[in-house]
């Protein structure tokens, strides 16, 4: 079965960046539509960032849109999500996620969808 390990959360100040990465075992990593989802405290799951499988479509929650920047490598099997100008609302668990169907959309990105799930990473923006 698929396996979805996330890595690169951490605490930064506000203003600060970081890094994400999930590695994809046990499919076919082209074949599936990706996405980043994050969790805070007290709320539900949120849409972040997703891509198509040959990386021909992205899509961004409008309040991350111009700050983060998610890409694969498809010969890593390697999902990133580059965080710049991170503000103390980015705070939350930052989830990979992945899907069979390889499109993605603004009809599509939501937790439902996707069928695979990382543990999760921790991600905490200082004042």
């Known amino acids: 079965q698929v396996r979805l390990d996330e890595s690169g959360g951490g605490l930064v100040q506000a203003g600060g960046s970081l890094r994400l990465s999930c590695i994809f075992s046990?499919?076919?990593?082209?074949?599936?539509?990706m996405g980043w989802f994050r969790q805070a405290p007290g709320k539900e799951r949120e849409f972040v960032a997703s891509?198509?499988?040959?990386?021909?479509?992205?899509y961004y929650e409008d309040s991350v849109t111009g700050r983060f920047s998610i890409s694969r490598d498809n010969k890593k099997d390697m999902l990133i999500l580059q965080m710049n100008d991170l503000k103390t609302e980015d705070t939350g668990i930052y989830y990979c996620?992945?899907?069979?169907?390889?499109?993605?959309?603004?009809?599509?990105?939501?937790?439902?969808?996707?069928?695979?799930w990382g543990q999760g990473t921790q991600v905490t923006v200082s004042s």
């Open positions: 996620s992945g899907r069979r169907d390889g499109w993605v959309g603004a009809e599509t990105n939501r937790p439902e969808n996707f069928e695979s």
């Open positions: 046990g499919g076919i990593f082209g074949d599936h539509g």
């Open positions: 891509i198509k499988g040959d990386a021909g479509g992205l």
